[in-house]
């Protein structure tokens, strides 16, 4: 199993700001990704995260607006850039190990 | 994509009895699939999982069946408890070397003691 650690477990920020969240794995790992749900909804793949090298972005997302940093093989963060309220929603980082999808506990952000 | 915006489908289900979820998948290459469980306030968490040449898997008190023809899958849990209270998510991979999952809209499961 992999232990992941995300902070800040929750926010409310107002619209226009930014959001950083952090992801700490306990092992390196090659490849962290970042994930979004809506409240009542499925997961939607945000980006790869890669170290050394810049995140690869799913359909619909763009770095102007989720700008992901990957230091090193144990940490990443996303950034919710000017925010708005319909990006109310829980952040989750996630990481693999062999073929298994391991997740952190996410970080629930509300936006006013 | 994203899913369109709906509430989550419920199941309910007495305590004993035994629960099927379903899911159908988008890709018809997909090759990987996992179940997973997430409790409220937490990230999903693994149940189970199955490649694309299986059609049946079982573990403790869960089965997945895989229906490639109709890109379907199931899951069993058998004798459901409380505890398996939780939203569903079926999840499948077809990235390079199994880099990323694409999430099924998901299950709400409800057992009722």
């Known amino acids: 199993s992999a232990v992941i650690s995300q902070k800040p477990s929750r926010d409310i920020c107002q619209r226009g700001t930014s959001l950083t969240i952090q992801c700490q794995v306990d092992?390196?790992?090659?490849?962290m990704f970042w994930y979004r749900q809506q409240p009542g909804q499925s997961l939607t793949l945000i980006a790869t995260a890669n170290q050394g090298s810049e995140a690869t972005y799913e359909s619909g997302f763009v770095i102007d607006k989720f700008p992901i940093s990957r230091p090193n093989l144990t940490f990443s963060t996303l950034t919710v850039s000017n925010m708005s309220p319909e990006d109310s929603s829980i952040y989750l980082c996630s990481v693999l190990r062999s073929t298994e999808a391991f997740f952190g506990q996410g970080t629930r952000l509300t936006v006013v | 994509g994203e899913s369109v915006g709906l509430h989550l489908p419920t199941l309910s289900v007495q305590e004993g009895d035994n629960s099927i979820i379903n899911c159908a998948y988008s890709n018809s290459a997909s090759d990987y699939f996992i179940w997973y469980k997430q409790e409220s306030g937490k990230g999903p968490q693994f149940i189970i999982d199955i490649r694309s040449n299986m059609d049946k898997r079982q573990g403790q008190r869960v089965t997945v069946l895989l229906n490639k023809t109709v890109k379907h899958l199931s899951l069993q849990i058998a004798a459901t408890q409380p505890g398996d209270s939780a939203v569903y998510f079926c999840?499948?991979?077809?990235?390079?070397?199994?880099?990323?999952?694409?999430f099924g809209s998901g299950t709400k499961l409800n057992v009722k003691p």
């Open positions: 999840a499948e991979n077809y990235g390079y070397n199994f880099n990323k999952f694409y």
């Open positions: 092992s390196q790992v090659t490849m």
